[in-house]
Structures are given as C-alpha cells and as structure tokens.
C-alpha cells in the first residue's frame, strides 16, 4: 500500500442547508420510510474544501484550543464483536484512560458506536453503522444538560451541573489504519457561532434529542491525521460548559472521502465512545 504525504488535500464536506420553508430541522436516527415523512427535512450541500494532515505535528491541536486531541495508547479491548464485553471491558479501561489524561474527577460512558464501512449495505441501523459523511457537532448545550439528567443519579445531578463538565467522544480505528474514509475535525476557532450552527431535532425511536448540524463557512480550518492506527485515538469536544469565549467548547466533524486514500486501503473500522466528563 503506497501512501501519500501530501500535507494538504482537497476534499468534498457535506454542509447543513436549512429547511426551504423555514420550518425546524430535524432527522431521523432509525428511519422507517412507513412514517410517511423524509428522513430528515433539510439538505446536505457538497463543498470543496482544503483538510490538513497534520501527522507529525498533533501538538499543533489540543482538546482546549481546537477542540479536539490526538494521543497513542493501545487499548487492551480490540475486539469489538461483543456489545455486552465493550462495556464490560473498554468502557472501564476508557474511563481512567480519560480521567489521566483530563485529570477529570468522574467519568460516565453513556453509549458507543461501532462503524464498519461497508459500500453495498444500504441498510443503516445500531448493528449496522456507516461512516457518517456530514458536518455536525453531537450535542447541543441543552441536549448536554439533558444526558446528565438521563444517565447520572437524580440526587447527583444538581452538584454536578454546578461545576465544569464536558461531553467527549473517543475515536479509535479498529484493526487496521484509517486510510479509507478518515475522520476530518474542524478548530473550534475558525467557527462563527453565530451564524455557523443551527439546532437540529434528533428524533429518535422514543424521545428527541438534539444535535448541532452546521452550514458552510469558508474559513473553517479542517484538519486530520492521515492512517490514524488502532493503537491511536482522538478525544473530540462535543461540549464544554466552561464557556469563556477563550476555551474550546465544541468539535465539527465529518467523515469524508480521502482523495489520498490508497486503492487497496481496508474499509475502515472505527468505534466511537460517548462519556461524560465532570470535574471537581
């Protein structure tokens, strides 16, 4: 497998486009087209845009100034088969891998994705999770709040929303690089706020909840580690509640087409860890 060291790559990012008739966003995690609605109201637009890989300088970027964060440390749990032995095993060595690495105080994963890319399969269900090409932030400030309420003890949650707590997603390869279909972050600093994000339904079988989709901003600086390996993983900020305007407090991301991917790359692999993060 010939790999390129091309330090930039011109890619194509899919961006929100908001509802034509100015109703609320909002798509549909498990769709079933018997609802009689589209999937989701809105359009996603293709957008050409410059991605840095940044192997060989991920100092460059940390959870606080861009967002998001690279590190190496091989996980003892690799297979990733088993649902009931993810949370069993990669759940707790995840839990004091970010506690080291944030100096958090608790930490509480509260679900994780598999990801299998696999071309001909159009079904897209829990066990079946593709690779998602659009630019989006998982949460919401108000949709953050509400995971506190519904994953961590009634009595605990007024002392923990007092205090600094965080949403951060584990991003890890499974079994092979990540040449085919990598995973593309955008610094916190290059998004307007403002203009950039809008509040989208997430309506999933038995409640909403809510995501951050976000519309095109050509100063948005993308960035990615070309082959991200098993052994390595990146925490992404999908929020922050210290809101200092100084402090990273979310992470637009998207998988997306390398131009550079090798022909005979594997299909990619991935498994992405949700947790709350909370600190004293």
């Known amino acids: 497998m010939t790999v390129s060291t091309a330090d930039i790559v011109t890619a194509e990012l899919r961006y929100f486009e908001p509802p034509a008739d100015g ?11 018997k609802l009689g609605v589209p999937q989701a109201n809105f359009s996603k637009v293709p957008h050409a845009v410059p991605v840095e890989n940044i192997r060989g300088k991920e100092d460059t970027v940390s959870l606080d100034t861009t967002g998001f964060q690279y590190f190496a440390r091989a996980a003892k749990h690799t297979a990733f088969t088993n649902d009931a032995d993810v949370e069993k095993e990669y ?5 004091e891998l970010v506690k080291e690495l944030t100096g958090a105080s608790r930490v509480v994963p ?38 506190v309420h519904r994953h961590l003890p009634a009595a605990d949650v007024p002392a923990l929303l007092s205090k600094r707590f965080q949403i951060i997603n584990l991003w890890r390869p499974i079994g092979n690089p990540a040449y085919d279909w990598p995973l593309a972050l955008c610094d916190w600093r290059s998004v307007d706020q403002a203009t950039d994000l809008v509040p989208t339904t997430l309506k999933y079988p038995d409640r909403d909840g809510e995501v951050m989709s976000v519309k095109f901003n050509p100063n948005h600086k993308w960035k990615y580690v070309r082959g ?17 305007g100084k402090t990273a407090t979310f992470t637009p991301h998207t998988a997306f087409a390398d131009p550079s991917t090798p022909k005979d790359a594997p299909l990619r692999e991935s498994i992405e860890l949700r947790l709350l993060v909370f600190y004293d």
């Open 110 to 147: 509260f679900d994780h994705t598999i990801r299998r890319r696999r071309p001909e399969e159009l079904e897209d269900t829990p066990q079946k999770r593709q690779p998602v090409p659009q630019v989006h932030i998982d949460q919401t400030a108000e949709s953050a709040v509400a995971r």
């Open 23 to 33: 109703s609320r966003p909002y798509q549909y995690t498990d769709y079933d087209p």
């Open 228 to 244: 991200v390996r098993p052994d390595e993983f990146v925490l992404i900020k999908c929020y922050d509640s210290k809101d200092d």
């Open 91 to 95: 759940y707790s060595e995840s839990i």
